[in-house]
């Protein structure tokens, strides 16, 4: 039996933790918030985000760091982008098997850097690494309905050894090589996710959304050739598919920040109301900031950008969308 520490008991740790608990592996699941995890060690479920998923006996639950890593075969981190670096920093001088998979969608804000690329920063080469990514949402997965994703590791071996310990009859997972890809996928689909919503909460309609997501694919590709990203995986499921679920479901966090300034409502309002991390919030400056120093077009990433720095009302960035010039349609 495979032991895994889980880092981070949101909606998506605990959702994969789940997984990998009915594969009959045994999880050790961690996470900063002691109140949290006090409400898992005490009550057996996660109240404040997977209320309905009991927790298994396979599956034990940590304050400790040290404590879950000691018995681990390999290191699951399902924290928000913007923990990931302090996570690996506490990682560094624990003893925990170097095979670390991470299911954590964003660039890092503060330096613009990708997440394997903190990753190796911070451990190191040594560590052997892969991304989790796709169409995939937390209560879905719990509650063991069909989904499909894609691990990306430049080891191939090694993405077949970790696919392997998630892979079941409701949980497809497919290989890749491509870690960039999978990583980019991940992180435009959140913002342009935020811009689908304010689309539908303005009552644009379908035709307007259906466009939205095929020229917003068309900006992933554009950043993702620049950034050596594989076009078949932002043609697959990392990709357009990741794409196509959080832009037209409501159970995206970011698709519902958008209908929530269409509202009216800013954004800090939305989040403080949530009480849970919205990577698009947080992945737009850094995406429009790395088009702009590639020199990329991504119109519709600047708009949301404009919007949620406060730099442009939403009518005013319409406006700017709607008025472009007349083009060929090319990637």
Not at 163 to 190: C, P, Q, W
Not at 205 to 212: C, E, F
């Amino acid at each position: 039996m495979t032991i895994a520490a889980v880092l981070g008991a949101g909606s998506w740790g605990t959702a994969l933790a789940l997984q990998l608990s009915r594969n009959h592996h045994s999880v050790q699941l961690w996470d900063c918030d002691t109140d949290l995890m006090d409400t898992l060690q005490n009550r057996r479920c996660n109240l404040r985000y997977l209320p309905d998923h009991p927790l298994p006996d396979s599956l034990a639950t940590h304050h400790d760091l040290g404590d879950a890593l000691e018995p681990a075969d390999f290191v699951l981190a399902a924290v928000p982008s913007y923990a990931m670096r302090d996570v690996c920093e506490q990682l560094a001088p624990l003893r925990f098997p170097e095979k670390l998979v991470w299911a954590t969608k964003g660039f890092e804000k503060t330096t613009g850097l990708m997440m394997h690329e903190v990753v190796t920063q911070v451990l190191g080469d040594n560590v052997r690494k892969a991304v989790l990514s796709g169409p995939s949402f937390a209560a879905e997965v719990a509650g063991q309905l069909p989904a499909a994703v894609t691990l990306a590791s430049d080891e191939p071996v090694f993405a077949q050894e970790l696919a392997g310990y998630f892979h079941s009859s409701s949980f497809r997972v497919y290989t890749s090589g491509d870690i960039i890809g999978v990583e980019l996928g991940g992180t435009i689909k959140n913002v342009l996710a935020i811009a689908a919503g304010i689309a539908d909460g303005l009552g644009f309609g379908a035709n307007a959304r259906a466009a939205l997501v095929t020229r917003g694919l068309a900006e992933m590709m554009r950043l993702g050739q620049s950034l050596g990203a594989e076009r078949t995986t932002l043609m697959g499921l990392a990709g357009v598919g990741d794409l196509v679920l959080t832009c037209t479901d409501d159970q995206s966090r970011n698709r519902r920040l958008g209908l929530a300034l269409a509202n009216g409502k800013t954004a800090q309002q939305y989040m403080e109301e949530l009480g849970q991390a919205v990577e698009g919030f947080h992945a737009a400056q850094v995406v429009h900031q790395v088009a702009q120093d590639r020199q990329v077009d991504m119109p519709i990433c600047t708009q949301v950008w404009r919007v949620l720095n406060g730099d442009a009302a939403l009518e005013s960035a319409i406006s700017e969308l709607l008025s472009r010039d007349m083009k060929v349609e090319l990637a």
